[in-house]
């Protein structure tokens, strides 16, 4: 890693100044250079974008075809009324604050330690890294026979300690913990990673200048490290939340949103909605509902980022 | 996003690799199936080929492998491809989306339950009872219950396999030592529900820990059949009106309900077992009784239970005889290829399963195909004669576009009966629990 | 990074240079030594998943019920039977052609469009660079449902392109172009239009030459998130012989029921590629990440 990181969006917002001396025609230049990329993006970003506003004020339903019947705004009022649209972003919610401060504090406390060892390192970034490059499919299979009852790794290997299992996958309320166990083994490499690089960043003589201050390691953790990662965990946290928000794979795969709903998460209830009941017109609308959560979401992103950008 | 600026040392090595890497992949790619550049080009199929899709896991699908090896024997110029996909919504979905995408199996199989709604929406193909006739599958070949219940406004869509009722199973040992056996070595009937608590005692007093026992945690489906079953022999319905209206009979269902919980407070059943823990308590002897769908037949047989099967009882006299079964059926899905060859080859394939009924009907099932369910060969097969009666009296889920079997209607009057059972719920707030879920899925417009 | 607000202390610490260096080393070396342990314990700990996976695969399924880490007769016949069982190759032969279709989609449109941005002056150039910019707001699960139509119009449902083409269009590779342009020098450029070379000549030959790590980050780390992708194929591709990797393994896992090894095999083979990947271009992929801002 060189010095020159970038910090994130920040840095996108300002397009620099083109330079001066350019030969004229640049117009029709720059729209051949951006017409492959635009009409993918006209054609399957925002003209599905504003194809789904649409459809979520009408009845459609994926087995008739068009638009069906005008709706209004029953689609909305209907999700915003159903429990299960609210359980469904409570689950996502939860399974948001299961997941995100342990892969956090683990990714950083692993990082920490790894930044400490000098040889080996490409171990431990394979031993850490390498799930979160596995499919969902491939982990989801490893783990659901992991917890399978009776013969599951982990049901034996407790009962040799003494201690008995739940049904992991099979209890609504041992099942999202369960999946988030299996989230945090699988995507803890993406932010060990990040953790790493940010570590790599911290000057070694403010190190080497404390130490001879006497500073012991607690308090150079304390007192350099965790400072200067502060915008490594605001981007790690921020990412976690984002793609907590759009959860889908665990579930569909470990539990298929059971048992009994209790680990539904926004997406599979948009996916059952829309291609299970056929009902199009609604999974859209309950799909731009949770696009305004992500806004949200990223809104406070920004606003975080920014007043970052302005203390440093 | 950085971008790290190295110089290109180490890339003659990379590119080797890399370049092995990609010799591997085009190996890989010319050794499959022109299926996968098929994907590129979005062609037809060849000629001669038939993809069947089913649900069957388990001991089924040990079966279904059997009856569809038997038929590639038999049609080597066939080449079958046959896909077996987890049961429930899921599988529904892939059907649906499948067909909606032009891609759907030849053949698939579907519950009676839930083919009507796919019917509704357009996604099976009318079946000509002419094309029927051409190959032995005219009506008059099955069973009325599960021929009829498949018609939509008198037209065939599906062609019916089998029922599969919810059974008693009992370990004939516990029975014996109980003295619930007659002469003939048959179980005394259990005709009213003190006699079925009373059947229950003796067989815990022989067990030491219970006399019967049925899945009532983490699974939806098994606590529904067991209330279908006895709530219809009282003749209460749940939904009617294609689903729109919710008729639960309050009095009905309260006296279901409770007499299922008085099982497990009196300890007469557990009140917590999922469906392997209870298949594990009935295998172990643990439990004189067990409650399921017919299918765990070959569980019990691996396990070397002694045990035998019976009709689930009838308990509540007023009625006729009811108890909750559903069919899996043969469908054919909306297909671009209308041609009369592929047609002739689906129903011959369908043909060729039925004729294996035997096959199929030892993994308990009741064969619905007459030829073989009347045959002397079928009256000696036990215990699965025992129970063939239900097919007729087969309670079917009423019908609605959330409703069949693995559908949102099992699900959620599913956990709400299990909780009762459990003793986490009582029958009165199970009810309103029940209702309030339907009314909210009787209101939504149906989207079929 | 801050360097500024951390000069301070530095300048103070020279003084008390030397008082207990010693017996500070000491307790680096022992607290070094304590990481050392618990950070093998517990990368260890995260290999057990993936050991017990291939441990299982190497089974007779027969044994899978006793959970145990010995292997009375190891073989690989739970690997013979997923191959001739199931379509693995062709769900991985997918997986190659849709993961390789989006990443060179994405390297080339990305590269035009971040060229374009970087280089050219044009009416508007503001109001493009925010329209790409907002769409990194939209999720793309956020548009299943009217994608899924779309494709169903079009006659594309079934086909590799209806996953590949909805996954091209990625603002972020385009700002990673873009920005990676920016810092090029632009000496050899003029010294190529001096020449009479045009927009076009000068991209190809001489800034996409230059560009190859790049080129190398966006192509890899697209490849492996299209590779993974799941919902979007799950809905598009229906039929067993054109499903992608994970679809294909998503979708037949009922089918093994209580075949452990068989799954478990079939999980090492599903990995077995991406694992390739991952040894094969391990620097590109953490560099990648590690320089992440915008992913997500």
């Known amino acids: 890693m060189s010095t020159e990181t970038v910090t994130p969006a920040a840095r996108p917002v300002q397009p620099p100044e083109p330079s001066t001396a350019r030969p004229p025609g640049q117009g029709r230049a720059a729209t051949g250079f951006l017409l492959p990329f635009g009409l993918l993006y006209l054609a399957f970003i925002l003209g599905p974008a504003v194809y789904g506003l649409i459809m979520s004020f009408f009845d459609a339903s994926l087995v008739r075809p068009g638009l069906g019947g005008f709706a209004g705004f029953g689609n909305y009022t209907e999700a915003l009324q159903s429990a299960d649209f609210w359980s469904s972003l409570w689950h996502t919610l939860w399974f948001t604050i299961l997941t995100t401060p342990p892969l956090i504090v683990l990714a950083f406390v692993f990082a920490l330690l790894a930044d400490r060892v000098s040889r080996g390192r490409w171990f431990f970034r394979l031993a850490f890294f390498a799930p979160f490059i596995l499919p969902s499919a491939v982990v989801a299979l490893i783990w659901i026979f992991m917890y399978t009852p009776e013969l599951g790794l982990l049901e034996v290997g407790l009962a040799k300690i003494g201690v008995t299992a739940p049904a992991w996958l099979g209890d609504p309320t041992w099942a999202m913990p369960s999946l988030a166990v299996t989230t945090i083994w699988w995507t803890l490499g993406f932010n060990f990673i990040l953790y790493l690089a940010g570590l790599q960043e911290i000057p070694r003589d403010l190190y080497e200048a404390s130490a001879i201050d006497g500073a012991g390691p607690w308090q150079q953790i304390r007192r350099i490290t965790i400072p200067m990662l502060g915008r490594t965990t605001t981007l790690v946290a ?35 909605q829309g291609f299970t009941n056929f009902r199009l017109g609604y999974a859209a609308a309950v799909s731009m509902l949770f696009f305004l959560v992500v806004l949200a979401v990223s809104a406070v992103w920004f606003t975080i980022v920014r007043r970052q950008e302005k203390e440093v | 996003m950085h971008v790290p600026r190295t110089p290109h040392a180490g890339l003659s090595r990379r590119r080797l690799l890399g370049g092995l890497a990609a010799a591997a992949g085009a190996g890989v ?43 590639q024997r038999d049609h080597a110029q066939v080449a079958l491809s046959a896909t077996t996909l987890a049961w429930g919504n899921p599988y529904y979905t892939k059907l649906s989306l499948a067909t909606i995408g032009d891609k759907p199996p030849d053949v698939a199989i579907s519950h009676l339950t839930r083919m009507k709604n796919m019917v509704e929406a357009g996604l099976l193909q009318e079946l000509d009872p002419a094309a029927l006739a051409r190959h032995g599958l005219a009506a008059d070949r099955f069973t009325p219950r599960t021929w009829e219940a498949g018609l939509v406004d008198g037209r065939a869509y599906s062609i019916p396999l089998d029922t599969h009722p919810f059974v008693m199973f009992y370990n004939t040992d516990v029975c014996e030592k109980a003295g619930l056996l007659g002469a003939d070595g048959a179980l005394t009937p259990l005709d009213s529900p003190e006699a079925f608590t009373d059947a229950m005692r003796r067989a815990k007093q022989v067990t030491g820990a219970y006399g019967g026992v049925v899945a009532s945690i983490s699974e939806t489906s098994t606590p529904w059949r067991i209330f279908q079953s006895l709530y219809s022999q009282l003749g209460g319905q749940v939904i009617s009106d294609q689903g729109r209206e919710v008729v639960i009979d309050d009095a009905k269902a309260t006296e279901v309900l409770t007499f299922l919980r008085s099982l497990t407070s009196d300890g007469l059943f557990p009140a917590v077992a999922d469906y392997q823990g209870s298949i594990a308590m009935f295998a172990e002897g643990q439990a004189g009784f067990y409650f399921q769908g017919e299918w765990e037949i070959s569980t019990f047989q691996t396990a070397k239970t002694p045990f035998s099967m019976t ?22 899905p909306r297909h671009p290829d209308t041609s009369p060859e592929r047609l002739d080859r689906a129903l011959e394939f369908v043909a060729s399963m039925l004729d294996q009924s035997r096959t199929w ?88 | 990074m801050a360097h500024s607000t951390l000069a301070a202390p530095e300048a103070e610490t020279a003084q008390s240079r030397g008082v207990t260096q010693a017996k500070i080393d000491q307790r680096h070396r022992l607290f070094n030594r304590i990481c050392l342990g618990v950070l093998i314990a517990f990368a260890l700990l995260w290999l057990v998943p993936l050991a017990w996976a291939v441990d299982t695969a ?107 083409l909805p996954q091209i269009p990625t603002a972020v590779a385009i700002f990673i172009f873009k920005q990676f342009f920016d810092g090029l020098p632009r000496d050899l450029e003029e010294a190529a239009r001096i020449d009479g070379a045009g927009w076009f000549r000068i991209y190809r030959g001489v800034v996409m030459p230059l560009a190859r790590p790049a080129v190398a980050a966006v192509a890899i780390f697209t490849f492996v998130t299209s590779w993974n992708e799941l919902l979007w194929p799950l809905l598009v591709l229906t039929n067993p012989d054109l499903m992608t990797m994970p679809v294909g393994l998503a979708t037949v896992q009922g089918a093994f029921g209580i075949r452990y090894a068989d799954t478990m095999a079939s999980t090492v083979l599903g990995a077995i590629p991406l694992v390739a990947v991952f040894l094969l271009f391990q620097r590109h992929i953490v560099q990648g990440i590690a320089g992440t801002g915008l992913k997500g």
């Open chain 2, 29 to 71: 790619l010319s050794g499959c199936s022109s299926d996968v550049l098929s994907g590129l080009t979005a062609s037809r199929e060849e000629a001669g080929t038939l993809a069947y899709w089913n649900l069957f896991g388990g001991g089924d699908g040990v079966r279904m492998q059997q009856m569809l090896d038997t038929y």
């Open chain 2, 361 to 448: 009907a030892e993994g308990g099932h009741v064969p619905s195909y007459r030829p073989f369910l009347e045959s002397a060969e079928f009256r000696d097969l036990k215990p699965q004669s025992n129970y063939a009666a239900a097919a007729e009296a087969a309670a079917y889920d009423a019908e609605g576009w959330y409703s069949g079997s693995g559908s949102n209607f099992e699900i959620v009057t599913g956990s709400a009966i299990g909780a009762v059972i459990a003793g986490q719920s009582t029958p009165a707030t199970a009810v309103g629990r029940m209702r309030s879920a339907l009314r909210d899925l009787a209101r939504t417009p149906s989207p079929i």
């Open chain 2, 311 to 332: 009709l689930f009882p009838h308990l509540y006299r007023e009625g006729p005889y009811a108890v909750q079964a559903d069919s899996h059926t043969f469908v054919l």
């Open chain 3, 58 to 164: 190497l089974k007779p399924n027969a044994e899978t019920t006793r959970t145990t880490w010995l292997i009375d007769d190891p073989t690989f016949a739970a690997f013979g039977r997923v191959l001739s069982d199931t379509p693995i190759l062709n769900w991985f032969g997918a997986s190659l052609i849709t993961s390789t279709l989006t990443a060179v989609g994405t390297v080339v449109t990305a590269s035009l469009a971040g060229f374009a941005l970087s280089r050219m002056r044009f009416r508007y150039r503001n109001l493009v660079f925010w329209a790409i910019l907002a769409g990194i707001m939209i999720p793309g699960q956020v548009l299943i449902v009217p994608q899924f139509r779309e494709m169903d119009a079009l006659g594309l449902l079934n086909t590799y392109w209806a996953v590949s």
């Open chain 1, 238 to 272: 921020v990412l976690q939340v984002i793609a907590s928000l759009k959860v889908f794979d665990q579930m569909y795969l470990m539990t298929t949103g059971g048992p009994d709903f209790a680990t539904r998460s926004v997406l599979q209830y948009v996916y059952d």
